[in-house]
């Protein structure tokens, strides 16, 4: 990998051609959660905007036919802006649809999109190219940080590993569920090794490590869960390899050129200072790249007789009895139904529980939500 010969203006045609196969891909694996019937509330940004099937795949038939555009056409710069407008009204529609894949990509094409595509200036491509490595080596350093929580290493990682328990013995079992303490450190070190140039050998192979061990854990002989990650982290690994392997340092390149470009200081903001914010529950978590770190906000509905009575039959198959209570639990529902992760917000939680109190014809007394919030990863419990 280290020896990839590509000019970095090449480098800049493939990343797009990836984050536009990226987002149709993912796309169509959770077709659901974009477009026709559902039984799982839109949550829009702005009270009643909302597009009814089947005029929602009109949406859809678009954004399809400009991810497609942006593979084939020669001039793309239109084609990413008017991508990037629908990608507004789809998180204008429905918050849901902001999961940490599409945020990544859009804001990777919005860098794209101020990028003129000349190849005459050293200075202007390479200070693009730079700003797309700030990007993917924050997702990494974050979604590492946000590991450090006693969920991850007692809850997910032990799921995540568990289809090892086919090739390994309990005993083993127990000692491989150890390596779940450096696994933070793992991805920590990952992104700030993948920016520095010298030791950028040894950070490609790892990354590319981490996505294959995630496809093969994740995927249909593994844990077979959310399927809408698997061609995420096959991506990820193209856009590590046309990134940061073999040489890209370009002559009379200059530094100082990278903070005359705009762009650069909106990556900064949303990559790499909001997400600390996070940390202490300040900013979004999806935003924040909490990938699977066990520690997102989370919550359960409680339901009255008289509430499960109403409910459709077909929302009935997502609740539980716990106690002679009935419990829906709406992330487990949401990933079921549209086969993405619902966005772990307290407002999320609300609108959901405000829907199934209009569903059912109840109050409050008969549709309780109980919330739990993220814990703070530096601050202790919330």
Same mark, same amino acid.
């Given at each position: 990998?280290?020896?990839?010969?590509?000019?970095?203006?090449? *480098?800049?045609?493939?990343?797009?051609?990836?984050?536009?196969?990226?987002?149709?891909?993912s796309?169509?694996?959770?077709? $659901?959660?974009?477009?026709?019937?559902?039984?799982?509330? @839109?949550?829009?940004?702005i009270q009643?905007?909302?597009?009814?099937?089947?005029?929602?795949?009109?949406?859809f038939?678009?954004?399809?036919?400009l991810?497609?555009?942006?593979?084939?056409?020669?001039?793309?710069?239109?084609?990413?802006?008017?991508?990037?407008?629908?990608?507004?009204?789809?998180?204008?529609?429905?918050?849901?649809?902001? +999961?940490?894949?599409?945020?990544?990509?859009?804001?990777?094409?919005?860098?794209l999109?101020?990028?003129?595509?000349?190849?005459d200036?050293?200075?202007?491509?390479?200070?693009?190219?730079? &700003?797309?490595?700030?990007?993917?080596?924050?997702?990494?350093?974050?979604?590492?940080?946000?590991?450090?929580?006693?969920?991850?290493?007692?809850?997910?990682?032990?799921?995540?590993?568990?289809? /090892?328990q086919?090739?390994?013995?309990? *005993?083993?079992?127990?000692?491989?569920?150890? @390596?779940?303490?450096?696994?933070?450190?793992?991805? &920590?070190?990952?992104?700030?090794?993948?920016?520095?140039?010298? !030791?950028r050998? &040894?950070a490609i192979?790892?990354?590319?490590?981490?996505?294959?061990?995630?496809v093969?854990?994740?995927?249909?002989?593994?844990?077979?869960?959310?399927?809408?990650?698997?061609?995420?982290?096959?991506?990820?690994?193209?856009?590590?390899?046309?990134?940061?392997?073999?040489?890209?340092?370009e002559?009379?390149?200059?530094?100082?050129?990278?903070?005359?470009?705009?762009?650069?200081?909106?990556?900064?903001?949303m990559?790499?200072?909001?997400?600390?914010?996070?940390?202490?529950?300040?900013?979004?978590?999806?935003?924040?790249?909490?990938?699977?770190?066990?520690? $997102?906000?989370?919550?359960?509905i409680?339901?009255? $007789?008289?509430?499960?009575?109403n409910?459709?039959?077909?929302?009935r198959?997502?609740?539980? @009895?716990?106690?002679?209570?009935?419990?829906?639990?709406?992330?487990?529902?949401?990933?079921?139904? /549209?086969?993405?992760?619902?966005?772990?917000? *307290? *407002? !999320?939680?609300?609108?959901?529980?405000?829907?199934? +109190?209009?569903?059912?014809?109840?109050?409050?007394?008969?549709?309780?939500?109980?919330?739990?919030?993220? +814990?703070?990863?530096?601050?202790?419990?919330?």
């Amino acid at each position: 990998m280290e020896e990839l010969q590509l000019k970095i203006f090449t *480098r800049l045609k493939l990343i797009k051609s990836v984050l536009a196969l990226g987002l149709l891909f993912s796309i169509l694996f959770s077709h $659901n959660l974009w477009a026709g019937q559902r039984w799982f509330p @839109t949550c829009s940004l702005i009270q009643d905007f909302y597009v009814a099937p089947p005029y929602d795949y009109i949406l859809f038939g678009l954004e399809i036919v400009l991810l497609l555009l942006l593979l084939i056409a020669p001039q793309t710069r239109l084609y990413i802006f008017l991508v990037l407008v629908l990608h507004i009204v789809w998180i204008l529609l429905d918050q849901n649809r902001l +999961q940490p894949w599409f945020y990544i990509y859009s804001i990777m094409l919005l860098v794209l999109f101020f990028y003129n595509w000349r190849i005459d200036n050293v200075n202007n491509y390479y200070s693009f190219f730079i &700003i797309l490595q700030l990007c993917l080596a924050a997702v990494y350093v974050y979604s590492g940080l946000q590991k450090f929580n006693p969920a991850f290493i007692k809850e997910t990682y032990p799921w995540f590993i568990n289809p /090892l328990q086919a090739v390994f013995s309990e *005993r083993q079992m127990i000692s491989l569920n150890k @390596t779940g303490y450096i696994i933070p450190f793992y991805e &920590i070190a990952l992104g700030f090794m993948l920016l520095i140039k010298p !030791i950028r050998y &040894i950070a490609i192979p790892m990354a590319i490590c981490l996505h294959l061990a995630i496809v093969i854990l994740m995927g249909p002989f593994g844990n077979n869960y959310n399927s809408v990650v698997w061609p995420w982290n096959i991506f990820m690994i193209l856009l590590v390899i046309l990134l940061f392997s073999g040489k890209t340092t370009e002559r009379y390149f200059a530094i100082s050129h990278l903070f005359k470009v705009p762009v650069f200081y909106l990556v900064i903001l949303m990559f790499w200072i909001m997400p600390a914010f996070n940390l202490f529950n300040k900013w979004e978590t999806y935003l924040s790249f909490s990938l699977y770190s066990g520690n $997102n906000h989370d919550g359960k509905i409680i339901l009255s $007789n008289n509430a499960y009575g109403n409910l459709p039959l077909y929302i009935r198959h997502y609740v539980k @009895t716990e106690s002679d209570m009935y419990i829906l639990y709406p992330k487990r529902w949401c990933l079921e139904e /549209l086969n993405a992760p619902m966005y772990p917000e *307290r *407002r !999320i939680f609300d609108k959901v529980t405000r829907h199934l +109190q209009k569903l059912t014809s109840t109050n409050t007394e008969d549709v309780k939500l109980v919330y739990i919030e993220k +814990q703070k990863i530096f601050a202790g419990q919330p």
